[in-house]
């Protein structure tokens, strides 16, 4: 069983958001037609009356409210103005055909950039639902999706679109089967692309523009509590666009989820345990500039290399 860690709640920082590319590139995207302009998508769940299967505990995660809050934060920063489509359901509890048929409908009409956030819970290993939607089946069964098939689903994309993919969700880790994982050192000084083994185990996986923003290793957990949401999702709202490498972005919010941590551990009542670990990935196709400032204005805008060197 997948825990989405909740902990008691404790006193964050204020977030500006009003950051150099925010301002360069408000209104830059028109919010018309998924065929000609970005979109994103939050599939967020926070499992409202649900248990699970083996000791009936409840799913509930309370921060899922938060986390909507977060995610937008992040993409107003990052992707000014782009179009957030709404579930054909309506729900903001995600539901397996939400989750779908927006894919297949960015599979379809091919927009240049797609930006899919998860949250939520996920179980371990391979043959698990590797990210669980708020399906309520009446067996008591649980909904989602398998590595296999979110791979096989996001493997459709055309080349021309390029997809930013965050998932908030226990076990995360290269879902994706990326080629490169980002190394970085403590200190955010030392950097580099590295070959990730699921590549050299499925070489045929990674030839879409992907870059993935992973909440954990595939053997961690993510944390939340009520009032921030997940660790990794606060994190992302706290950062600034203007002038980020990725390097550094990978450092703003590994020092972010660190701090909630040690939030945790220092609470009197229900800490952490010493050992809790989170450490947040970046995996990519392709060996993006690690030195390039303004690397995310230009994934947004179509021009980053080698992401505009695409074929259909």
Request: charged share 25%; with cysteine; net charge negative.
């Amino acid at each position: 069983m997948s825990d989405y860690i909740q902990q008691d709640e404790v006193t964050i920082f204020a977030t500006n958001h009003s950051g150099p590319l925010a301002k360069s590139l408000a209104g830059f995207r028109s919010l018309t037609g998924i065929g000609t302009d970005p979109v994103a998508f939050m599939f967020t769940n926070k499992y409202d009356a649900m248990v699970w299967p083996d000791d009936k505990k409840p799913m509930t995660l309370k921060g899922a409210a938060q986390d909507r809050v977060s995610a937008q934060m992040f993409l107003d920063q990052f992707t000014p103005g782009i179009r957030v489509v709404v579930s054909k359901s309506g729900n903001l509890d995600a539901r397996r055909e939400d989750i779908e048929d927006g894919i297949k409908e960015v599979v379809h009409s091919c927009p240049p950039l797609m930006v899919a956030y998860f949250q939520g819970h996920g179980e371990e290993g391979c043959d698990k639902l590797r990210y669980i939607t708020g399906d309520r089946k009446g067996d008591g069964t649980l909904e989602g999706f398998t590595a296999e098939r979110l791979l096989e689903m996001f493997s459709k994309l055309s080349t021309r679109t390029v997809s930013i993919v965050i998932t908030d969700f226990c076990y995360s880790g290269n879902i994706y089967r990326l080629q490169y994982c980002l190394y970085l050192s403590p200190d955010g000084k030392s950097y580099l692309w590295y070959e990730t083994d699921e590549w050299f185990k499925d070489n045929q996986a990674g030839w879409k523009h992907r870059f993935h923003v992973a909440g954990s290793l595939e053997w961690e957990q993510v944390y939340e509590t009520e009032k921030r949401g997940g660790y990794l999702t606060n994190s992302l709202a706290k950062l600034e666009a203007g002038s980020t490498t990725v390097p550094q972005f990978l450092l703003g919010i590994r020092q972010g989820v660190g701090s909630h941590l040690e939030d945790g551990r220092a609470r009197a009542s229900q800490p952490l345990p010493r050992d809790t670990t989170q450490q947040p990935q970046i995996y990519c196709t392709h060996k993006l500039p690690l030195d390039d400032s303004e690397i995310f204005s230009r994934i947004y805008l179509g021009t980053a290399e080698p992401f505009n060197s695409i074929s259909s």
